[in-house]
């Protein structure tokens, strides 16, 4: 993802031990000494987003306004913690595969909002978040209990706990994409990359090599959740498994970009929590952090191939600090040797920190030659009649063409970056 208001600025195995040791921090526990209970905890920034009309509306119209009650239901009849732990990870798994069912069509149609959209996801997960923090329940809940609430909420609905792989003879693949961001510039907005997620998790594809699976899940918009280490707790179980991994996110207008170089570090743009961060992207080990990593995509064939609508283009282009100098300039053609990241391919946002963490995860657990990186989509648009946030609908005819354009090449090129990949 990346910068696109008003201005644009280019932006955006297994084992315990060695999770720890990628990640930093310790697994919330399920459990935990007696402690006092806390009382409930104050709403979020994009909790208190769900209050405004579009995403009322965009609940009502997709069914999803009813599982929030049912959450809250479900919580109340909890007798103890364990009791409240299985409820949240069934709620929260439940509405994943809701809303993964929804876009691929299975199950009775709710609601008259089309069936491709990511958006009853990103708020229903909300509404479900809120009710969790606003809960008081009988028995005594500790902050550290209520976060590890949250964080199984967060996990399970993400499709974090979903991950499935059935068959020898099939290749693994892996899919990431975004919650919607810059909600307060349009809170209608959606993410082409959280529905290419929905529509393509838990399915087969043919390629040139053969039958793949792919696997899906989706990633908040927020730099804290990226500093603690989501990225890496969720990556570094499947990587050693997998035949090819690619994150996705939003990016320029009107083309993909399959980014060749992502950069170590933070550019500030305010995430959905309205918070900021600039700086060297924080991970483990930083004496060993490099400033640069590459994707190890299949570039040529994907930006060559005929997937879909949109162009394809292999970006090379880089902000950086040269080797002695102190001013950024920006390079056509990549990173110059001993020069400090200001912006990968991606940009400097969430986007490019995400391709820079899945590929310096992949470096670090000894993968070189494991293919993965990132793809930048178009930007999802409205219909131009439709284009003012104040007094626009939530969707158009152009929004869900141009959504599932979007889609369909996203599913294209993955399966041509899986038949190319050596």
């Known amino acids: 993802?990346?910068?696109?208001?008003?201005?644009?600025?280019?932006?955006?195995?297994?084992?315990?031990?060695?999770?720890?040791?990628?990640?930093?921090?310790?697994?919330?526990?399920?459990?935990?000494?007696?402690?006092?209970?806390?009382?409930?905890?104050?709403?979020?920034?994009?909790?208190?987003?769900?209050?405004?009309?579009?995403?009322?509306?965009?609940?009502?119209r997709s069914g999803f306004d009813a599982l929030a009650p049912r959450f809250a239901r479900a919580l109340e009849g909890s007798r103890g913690y364990a009791q409240a732990e299985r409820a949240v990870t069934r709620h929260g798994s439940a509405l994943w595969r809701r809303a993964v069912d929804r876009a691929q069509g299975r199950g009775p149609v709710t609601g008259d909002l089309s069936r491709g959209d990511d958006r009853p996801l990103y708020w229903a997960r909300l509404a479900l978040s809120r009710e969790l923090r606003s809960w008081e329940p009988r028995f005594a809940v500790d902050d550290r209990r209520r976060e590890a609430l949250l964080s199984a909420l967060e996990t399970s609905s993400r499709?974090?706990?979903?991950?499935?792989?059935?068959?020898?003879?099939?290749?693994?693949?892996?899919?990431?994409?975004?919650?919607?961001?810059?909600?307060?510039?349009?809170?209608?907005?959606?993410?082409?990359?959280?529905?290419?997620?929905?529509?393509?998790?838990?399915?087969?594809?043919?390629?040139?090599?053969?039958?793949?699976?792919?696997?899906?899940?989706?990633?908040?918009?927020?730099?804290?959740?990226?500093?603690?280490?989501?990225?890496?707790?969720?990556?570094?179980?499947?990587?050693?498994?997998?035949?090819?991994?690619?994150?996705?996110?939003?990016?320029?207008?009107?083309?993909?970009?399959?980014?060749?170089?992502?950069?170590?570090?933070?550019?500030?743009?305010?995430?959905?929590?309205?918070?900021?961060?600039?700086?060297?992207?924080?991970?483990?080990?930083?004496?060993?952090?490099?400033?640069?990593?590459?994707?190890?995509?299949?570039?040529?064939?994907?930006?060559?191939?005929?997937?879909?609508?949109?162009?394809?283009?292999?970006?090379?282009?880089?902000?950086?600090?040269?080797?002695?100098?102190?001013?950024?300039?920006?390079?056509?053609e990549g990173p110059t040797p001993g020069s400090a990241a200001r912006a990968g391919g991606g940009g400097d946002y969430l986007s490019n920190e995400i391709a820079y963490r899945a590929t310096l995860l992949r470096d670090r657990l000894g993968l070189p030659k494991l293919p993965g990186g990132h793809l930048h989509t178009p930007v999802l648009q409205f219909g131009a009649e439709n284009s003012d946030p104040a007094t626009g609908a939530v969707t158009d005819p152009d929004f869900e063409r141009n959504r599932s354009d979007i889609v369909r090449q996203v599913r294209a090129l993955v399966t041509t970056a899986v038949g190319a990949a050596r």
């Open 1 to 60: 993802m990346r910068h696109q208001f008003p201005s644009i600025t280019r932006l955006g195995i297994g084992g315990v031990t060695l999770l720890l040791a990628l990640t930093g921090s310790a697994l919330p526990a399920s459990a935990s000494p007696a402690a006092p209970a806390s009382g409930p905890v104050r709403t979020t920034v994009e909790e208190q987003r769900l209050d405004r009309a579009a995403p009322r509306e965009i609940l009502r």
């Open 159 to 332: 499709g974090q706990d979903d991950i499935r792989y059935r068959g020898r003879q099939v290749k693994r693949v892996l899919v990431t994409g975004f919650d919607p961001f810059t909600l307060d510039r349009d809170v209608r907005i959606g993410n082409p990359s959280g529905a290419s997620v929905l529509a393509l998790d838990g399915t087969l594809v043919r390629t040139a090599t053969g039958t793949a699976r792919i696997e899906a899940v989706v990633f908040p918009v927020r730099w804290t959740d990226f500093a603690e280490g989501a990225v890496e707790r969720a990556l570094a179980p499947q990587l050693p498994r997998l035949d090819l991994f690619t994150t996705v996110s939003q990016g320029r207008q009107g083309r993909f970009d399959v980014e060749r170089t992502n950069g170590a570090w933070r550019g500030g743009f305010a995430d959905n929590e309205n918070l900021s961060s600039t700086g060297t992207v924080p991970v483990t080990d930083p004496a060993s952090q490099p400033q640069w990593t590459s994707t190890t995509l299949p570039y040529r064939q994907l930006a060559e191939a005929d997937t879909g609508r949109f162009p394809v283009y292999d970006n090379t282009e880089v902000t950086e600090v040269p080797a002695g100098a102190t001013q950024p300039v920006t390079r056509p």
